[in-house]
């Protein structure tokens, strides 16, 4: 059962619409249960960022940036080279709910 997991992985093909799809669904599910449990929060890394992409990941949640400064701030700081902007959706639900989801850059 999905949210008795501790750790959930999805591995993609970077873009697919599908598969971007489904991992959103399955934001969603969990931080609906952590707002249900009035407790805890889910912890999201994307290994499109680098670990010192963090600062550029924090301005962006906070509202301290707009996506398109994420965009940019991205392609400059990092070599990954990955189309964020696919994730668009993934990201903007991350910022509307960043009481409940703390997004981490991981690799």
């Known amino acids: 059962k999905l949210l008795d997991k501790k750790l959930i992985y999805f591995g993609e093909t970077h873009g697919q619409k599908e598969v971007l799809d489904l991992e959103l669904l399955v934001l969603k599910i969990l931080v609906e249960q952590v707002r249900l449990n009035e407790k805890g929060y889910v912890k999201v890394f994307m290994e ?7 600062q550029i990941i924090d301005k962006y949640i906070q509202g ?10 991205y392609k400059e700081t990092g070599s990954e080279g ?26």
């Open 48 to 54: 499109h960022f680098n670990f010192e992409q963090q």
């Open 64 to 73: 301290e940036i707009s996506e398109n400064e994420l965009y940019e701030s």
């Open 82 to 107: 990955h189309d964020i902007q696919k994730y668009e959706g993934f990201l903007q639900f991350a910022k509307q709910h960043r009481d409940n989801v703390h997004l981490k850059g991981g690799f």
